[in-house]
């Protein structure tokens, strides 16, 4: 079946560590965003990727990184520097339209303590 | 730039009533928009989208959205209300090349017995 796959879907962390959360996706699609959603913030962009070897910054990539090395894959890495890091984390892809929409894994939830 | 605007956090209706949920949208070209439901814990699934064809947007569930461009509203409705359309509900929009998807805060729908 076609889709989009997170992992974990839950993780802890100790304060200071950085997490790498997982997304990969067999849809064939070009583009891959990564969310950050807070009760009562909705989604807010961190990076997407539009091409491979190429990413931009959303609107809250201070403290994260990715990277685009394959088209099937757009790991995000929540590094020392976030300061709020606990948060649920969503992952979605998309076609080169920008009439198509976009599909969703069923997100990892980070808690770090 | 483009932002989409969905007012009140939260929305109750009764089993059967009508539900009515509002989104504005700001673009400065023809957009493209979309409407997103989460269930606690999961990753968001399309309920239905405009790409400029028809104004009056049939989708999943027995829900629909008339795209009104005087209003720049996308207003999201269903004549009866079932309880399993408790959720979180999403509007989005997209424009240009960019590919680049902006949401809303969301909107909690709670089905009374």
């Known amino acids: 079946d076609g889709g989009i796959t997170q992992s974990p879907k839950y993780l802890f962390r100790k304060e200071g560590q950085n997490v790498t959360l997982s997304c990969e996706q067999n849809l064939n699609h070009d583009a891959m965003y990564w969310y950050r959603q807070d009760p009562g913030q909705g989604l807010r962009l961190i990076y997407y990727s539009q091409i491979v070897n190429d990413f931009q910054k959303g609107d809250i990539a201070e403290g994260y990184s990715v990277s685009r090395e394959k088209k099937e894959s757009f790991p995000l890495t929540v590094t020392s520097a976030q300061k709020n890091p606990t948060a649920f984390y969503l992952c979605?892809?998309?076609?080169?339209?920008?009439?198509?929409?976009?599909?969703f894994g069923q997100g990892t939830r980070l808690t770090v303590v | 730039a483009q932002s989409v605007t969905q007012l009140g956090s939260h929305v109750s209706v009764s089993e059967g009533a009508l539900v009515l949920l509002r989104c504005n949208y700001s673009s400065s070209v023809p957009p493209y928009l979309f409407w997103y439901v989460q269930y606690p814990n999961q990753g968001l699934q399309l309920l239905l989208k405009?790409?400029?064809?028809?104004?009056l947007v049939k989708g999943i569930n027995g829900f629909e959205a008339e795209f009104k461009k005087s209003e720049t509203s996308f207003h999201l409705t269903k004549p009866s209300a079932h309880m399993s359309d408790a959720a979180e509900y999403f509007c989005a929009v997209s424009v240009g090349a960019n590919s680049k998807l902006t949401f809303g805060k969301g909107i909690t729908l709670s089905v009374r017995p």
């Open positions: 979605a892809s998309r076609g080169g339209q920008p009439n198509t929409e976009a599909f």
């Open positions: 405009y790409t400029s064809a028809a104004t």
